[in-house]
């Protein structure tokens, strides 16, 4: 089962989402809101935290969720601060009940990944893309128009036919015909 924990939530937050199974995951914390305290309401049992990328909207509740469930933090560079593990790009990462292939996908910040299950059908996004077409910004410290591109073409290619459901940064969740916002986000960042 997976759960926006900030759902609802009036802060400066990224989404976060609990991803329950054989193995318990947070996908990104979140800031700014109590996480620990909406995790111990659901009685989540918390194995470990994975994320899209370290931008602070994304990882301020990271060191309060660690110290809480005791649990270590996995994402793309292991030299950002609060990430002890790293994934590269094309591993897979169990979360949930289900295996996920990691794709680097840098343009809005250089860790930025996305977690993708074929056999789940199920994406998530972090900042690259969002609904409607929407896309990461490119205008913050490590942003490039072109990588951002460049990654939602790697996306689109690798999703096309089997995603049933995208889970993004910020936003609504988008459950039907993902792919078709992934292709639109590609035109709609070529252009703007
Ligand atoms: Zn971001």
């Known amino acids: 089962m997976i759960t926006n924990i900030a759902r609802g939530v009036q802060a400066f937050t990224s989404n976060a989402f609990l ?3 054989d193995r318990t995951v947070l996908v ?13 309401e659901r009685e989540a049992d918390l194995d470990a935290v994975v994320l899209t990328h370290t931008h602070s909207d994304h990882v301020g509740n990271l060191d309060s969720v660690k110290d809480a469930f005791g649990v270590e933090a996995w994402g793309f560079d292991a030299d950002q601060p609060g990430v002890d593990n790293a994934i590269g790009d094309e591993e897979t990462v169990r979360l949930g009940d289900d295996g996920y292939v990691a794709l680097h996908t840098p343009g809005h910040k250089n860790d930025h990944l996305c977690f993708y299950s074929a056999g789940a059908g199920v994406l998530f996004a972090g900042d690259l893309v969002f609904q409607n077409g929407s896309f990461g910004r490119t205008d913050l410290e490590e942003g490039d128009r072109g990588r ?14 089997h995603l049933a459901e995208m889970h993004t940064g910020h936003g609504p969740s988008v459950t039907t015909d993902p792919a078709r916002d992934i292709e639109m986000a590609g035109q709609a960042a070529r252009m703007g």
Do not use: C, H, K, M
């Open 28 to 40: 990104d914390t979140g800031a700014n809101f109590d996480a620990v305290g909406t995790l111990d």
């Open 148 to 161: 951002l591109i460049e990654s939602i073409d790697r996306l689109s290619q690798r999703v096309d036919g």
């Open 19 to 21: 991803v329950e199974g």
